[in-house]
């Protein structure tokens, strides 16, 4: 659960700002889209497949640095 406290004089913009940013870094926004839609099983491990050799030549390129 994302939570952002204010105190008395804190800014009700500055507090929306915090709490969107919170919600993109703990990935509830990515969750809740990629549940909308029924994913198959088969389209899950495709997806992660991808996901790992995006990461594997990543980090591929950085050690080649």
Do not use: T
């Not at 700002?17 to 389209?43: A, H, I, N, T």
């Amino acid at each position: 659960m994302v939570e952002v406290r204010l105190g008395e004089n804190d800014r009700l913009d500055w507090a929306l700002k915090q709490f969107r940013r919170k919600v993109k870094r703990s990935g509830l926004l990515k969750d809740m889209k990629k549940g909308r839609y029924y994913e198959k099983p088969s389209e899950a491990r495709k997806r992660k497949k991808a996901a790992a050799r995006r990461r594997k030549a990543r980090r591929a390129r950085e050690a080649r640095r």
